[in-house]
Nanobody
Framework: QVQLVESGGGLVQAGGSLRLSCTAS????????MGWIRQAPGKGREFVGA????????YSADSVKGRFIISRDNAKKTVYLQMNSLKVEDTAIYYC????????????????GGQGTQVTVSS
């Protein structure tokens, strides 16, 4: 089992920045591809980004490319999502997720997920 706890959500104005953190406990953190999935009100899950265990490869949804940066610190068992130039349409619950492969995160079906943290972007 892997337990994931997110933090860092909140209310921010459009154009602002937030950094989300996700700390893992349980099984070996470095074995997993880590990422973020979000769900806006009334919408389905949307892949945001992912990072391989080494941190050498990252994946980003087209909607956030150039604005969001994902990183990880295996020693701290933590993955980060730096969100810049936030837009109203980024408003959602952001879930930290872990999977054996990136494709599962892209499809929105992780092996493990956190409880989520609310991000609200006001105009």
């Amino acid at each position: 089992q892997v337990q994931l706890v997110e933090s860092g959500g909140g209310l921010v104005q459009a154009g602002g920045s937030l950094r989300l953190s996700c700390t893992a406990s349980g099984r070996t953190f470095s074995n997993y591809v880590m990422g973020w999935i979000r769900q806006a009100p009334g919408k389905g899950r949307e892949f945001v980004g992912a990072i391989t265990w080494s941190g050498d490869t990252t994946y980003s949804a087209d909607s956030v490319k150039g604005r969001f940066i994902i990183s990880r610190d295996n020693a701290k068992k933590t993955v980060y999502l730096q969100m810049n130039s936030l837009k109203v349409e980024d408003t959602a619950i952001y879930y930290c997720a872990a999977a054996g492969g990136a494709s599962r995160l892209v499809r929105g079906v992780p092996d493990y997920g956190g409880q989520g943290t609310q991000v609200t972007v006001s105009s």
